[in-house]
């Protein structure tokens, strides 16, 4: 398998009931990533997110909409796994239906999902910090796309570990809702929580970027860009 054969990502926000997170992510990564992955799932990361202490947000990925279909089949309905721990997952949601497919805005943007995913029995946080960026696209999603390519990613001053924009292929299943409306998200990762604000409050500083590239960019978005400050579990594979 090389390392890009994982090009269709599911970007996943959950609202979990309060106090809950904890709760939700041991039992993720303890019962639902090999479990997953066992049915030709690749679960990509698992993240706390630092601006909502009630929000989980994870990635997964197939190898095609096929796979996708049928592995998820295969985990939520004809799997064991699901069964036994669903009512103790469900017991930490209140909300579960902002998630998104997307698909890899070049050939050269996909992550790259290789390393070691540490052991079950893994206790220790990681120090690095990941950011991902939702642009809400108005108007062409190739436009934008093209328009990120060539004007925004080159004044970001980093290179962003994947770029993806919403794929359009329907949702085969059903019972998890997709949201369709045309987004790019870009991620990238950090040593640690410093180096990533000083890396933010770099780009604010930067007149390229607050007088030439910002003010273009906002002209073609629909909504506000979103920011997921993002805290690796102590499992994650993208960390």
């Not at 990564?29 to 049915?39: A, F, G, I, K, S």
């Not at 893994?122 to 120090?127: G, I, T, V, Y």
């Not at 970001?156 to 329907?170: A, K, Q, R, W």
Request: net charge negative; proline share 8%; hydrophobic share 40%.
């Amino acid at each position: 398998m090389t390392e890009n054969a994982w090009p269709l990502v599911e970007l996943r926000q959950y609202t979990l009931r309060p106090g809950m997170r904890d709760t939700m992510i041991d039992l993720f990564d303890r019962e639902l990533v090999e479990t997953q992955e066992d049915v030709g799932i690749r679960v990509a990361g698992q993240f706390r997110d630092e601006s909502d202490p009630d929000r989980f947000v994870w990635l997964r990925a197939f190898r095609d909409i096929a796979a996708r279909t049928a592995a998820l089949r295969a985990f939520y309905l004809d799997g064991m796994p699901w069964r036994t721990h669903a009512p103790a997952a469900r017991a930490t949601m209140l909300d579960t239906t902002n998630a998104r497919l997307l698909r890899p805005a070049t050939a050269a943007s996909a992550f790259r999902l290789t390393g070691q995913r540490p052991s079950i029995d893994a206790a220790e946080l990681p120090k690095s910090r990941a950011l991902a960026v939702i642009h809400h696209v108005a108007g062409d999603p190739a436009e934008f796309t093209g328009f990120f390519e060539s004007r925004v990613r080159p004044a970001l001053g980093l290179t962003p570990i994947g770029v993806y924009v919403t794929d359009p292929s329907p949702n085969d299943f059903t019972q998890l809702p997709i949201r369709t409306g045309p987004v790019l998200v870009w991620f990238a990762l950090f040593p640690d929580t410093a180096t990533r604000t000083t890396y933010l409050d770099t780009l604010e500083a930067s007149p390229e970027w607050t007088e030439t590239v910002l003010p273009d960019l906002n002209k073609r978005v629909s909504a506000p860009t979103e920011q997921l400050f993002l805290a690796p579990t102590s499992r994650s594979l993208l960390r």
